[in-house]
C-alpha cells in the first residue's frame, strides 16, 4: 500500500480536501493492486477486485505451506 503524504487545513475546505485525498490514494492503491494481482487488469467493481486479491493471496498461502511440507519431507 502507497502512504500519501497528508494535507493540512482547517475548516470546511479541508473536510474536502481530507476526502479528495482518499479518494485519490483509493484510486492509486485499487490501480496498484489491479497492476500485481493477476487476471485483475480488466476488473473494474472494487470489491470484485478486492475478492480476487483474497482469493490469489489464499492460493499463494496455500502454495507456501505446500513447499514448506514439501522441504521438510525431503529435508532441505
Same mark, same amino acid.
Given at each position: =500500500?502507497?502512504?500519501c503524504k497528508k494535507i493540512k487545513q482547517?475548516?470546511?475546505r479541508e473536510r474536502k480536501e481530507k476526502q479528495k485525498f482518499r479518494e485519490t490514494c483509493m484510486r492509486r492503491?485499487?490501480?496498484i493492486l489491479r497492476r500485481i494481482i493477476p487476471g485483475c487488469e480488466e476488473v473494474?467493481?472494487?470489491e470484485a477486485l478486492i475478492?480476487?486479491?483474497i482469493q490469489h493471496l =489464499?492460493?499463494?498461502?496455500?502454495?507456501v505451506?505446500?513447499?514448506?511440507k514439501l522441504?521438510?519431507?525431503c529435508g532441505v
Open positions: =500500500m502507497v502512504k482547517h475548516g470546511r492503491n485499487l490501480t473494474e467493481e472494487e475478492l480476487k486479491s =489464499m492460493l499463494l498461502k496455500s502454495k505451506t505446500l513447499l514448506r522441504a521438510d519431507v
